[in-house]
């Protein structure tokens, strides 16, 4: 019957330290700028661009 005590017991004293040094949790996630109007424009205006390139190279590459 002692053993039993003293083992409950460190079982006890175990898994509260466990509880004592545990770290907090995860923060939670940040707010999240918006894509607006400005980059996406931003990005429309770059996708044009790369294949207004493409096209040209293309072109020159056709021709003799």
């Given at each position: ?25 995860l ?8 894509i ?10 770059g996708?044009a ?5 493409l096209?040209?190279k ?7």
């Amino acid at each position: 019957m002692k053993s039993r005590v003293v083992f409950t017991l460190f079982t006890i004293a175990v898994f509260i330290t466990e509880l004592a040094m545990a770290q907090p949790g995860l923060p939670g996630a940040p707010d999240q700028a918006p894509i607006d109007g400005g980059l996406g424009l931003l990005a429309a205006a770059g996708g044009a661009y790369a294949l207004k390139k493409l096209r040209d190279k293309n072109k020159n590459d056709i021709e003799p």
